[in-house]
């Protein structure tokens, strides 16, 4: 059994890409385990979100997705938000209870689409039960065990393991506890530093 943990945020454009890997991953391979860990680019951003041109050039940014385009491109990943910035505290802590549900992979598929495609602001919480109801998962429940407090602690622990796996990037893939993979790369060469 390979065990993999990944250090990602719905956020980050190339963890659109991470999680399209690992997608392809479990589908491909029955004996391997992968559990994500919430990471937050921005965990001070207001609910109502910012803009990337604030801290970085267009230009720059323009630079950086052509490469996240063409590496997202063979997953078929739309990319029309490319400036616009969300808060995502309330959105892993969705997605941490739709793990529990057994829809983890669904609700997070659509948490990227939102972002990337769709371009809305998942800072909101109408946004996060919107991508609930999209997938099927009890939306009074979550909020509930969300606004309780259930996955403060597991959050917390989270931040622990990024110092643990020394995490300076993200989608961070961390195999077996030993071997740290960072650089992505088209899907058969990335395969082959995970597991080769």
């Known amino acids: 059994m390979t065990s993999i943990k990944i250090v990602s945020d ?16 479990t589908k491909e391979i029955p004996d391997i385990n992968i559990e994500w860990i919430p990471y937050e680019l921005d965990p001070d951003l207001p609910i109502e979100g910012g803009d990337l041109t604030d801290q970085i050039p267009q230009k720059q940014i323009d630079m950086s997705y052509r490469r996240i385009e063409r590496l997202g491109s ?14 995502t505290h309330r959105l892993h802590k969705a997605a941490l209870f739709a793990r529990d549900e057994g829809k983890y992979y669904q609700f997070a598929k659509e948490a990227f689409k ?41 959050m917390e622990e989270a931040k622990n393991l990024w110092s643990v796996y020394e995490i300076e990037s993200v989608p961070t893939f961390a195999v077996n506890g030993n071997k740290k993979v960072t650089l992505l790369k088209d899907y058969e060469r990335f395969k082959k530093d995970l597991l080769g």
């Not at 719905?10 to 659109?16: D, H, K, L, M, S």
């Not at 063979?74 to 808060?87: D, P």
């Not at 946004?127 to 979550?142: A, D, H, K, P, S």
């Open 10 to 25: 719905f956020a980050c454009p190339f963890c659109y890409i991470g999680f399209s890997i690992a997608e392809k991953l």
């Open 74 to 87: 063979e997953y078929n990943l739309a990319y029309n938000n490319k400036t616009k910035k969300f808060n």
């Open 114 to 154: 939102n972002i990337f495609e769709y371009e809305k602001n998942v800072g909101k919480p109408v946004i996060v039960n919107e991508i609930g109801l999209e997938v099927g998962i009890n939306i009074v429940e979550m909020n509930k065990r969300i606004d309780e407090g259930f996955y403060d602690e597991e």
